[in-house]
């Protein structure tokens, strides 16, 4: 059996940048038929709750889902949250290294439509817990934070 040469680590890491960015393309482009009907912020007969729009999203703070629901003729309620985790382990002269990169985050927005149509201003709030974890373990003990 011949042995497969394996790729170097900057070769690896752009070929997952590239798909990385590839995915948030694809996401992006099918989005729009992914996502419920849109809430229309003007109708005459909006109640408070009436309808609720649901839609997921690819970004920098991860994936993520969010959904609105009006609650008067020109505001809506918004909220959502995103999630990405990514850990890795590399061995290097009898040390191994653990790397643990865990995103969370929470957002709720009130969407004003000051004109009636699809501009809208959105203030809101975000609560983001990200955590970086890095160990080293020399023969499966536990050696210091790297």
């Known amino acids: 059996m011949v042995p497969t040469p394996s790729l170097p680590h900057s070769l690896k890491l752009s070929i997952f940048s590239a798909c990385s960015i590839l995915t948030v393309i694809l996401a992006l482009s099918i989005a729009p038929a992914l996502r419920a009907q849109a809430i229309d912020p003007v109708a005459s007969s909006m109640r408070p709750f009436s309808k609720l729009g649901v839609g997921v999203n690819v970004g920098t703070l991860g994936i993520g889902v969010e959904a609105a629901t ?12 995103n999630f990405f985790s ?61």
Request: charged share 15%.
């Open 70 to 81: 009006p609650l008067a003729d020109r505001f809506n309620l918004r909220g959502g949250g």
């Open 86 to 146: 990514y850990s890795r382990n590399i061995d290097r002269s009898g040390l191994t290294y653990v790397a643990n990169l865990d995103l969370r985050s929470a957002q709720a927005s009130l969407d004003w439509f000051p004109f009636g149509g699809s501009f809208h201003l959105s203030p809101g709030a975000m609560l983001y817990n990200a955590s970086l974890g890095r160990h080293c373990y020399v023969g499966g003990r536990y050696l210091y934070v790297c």
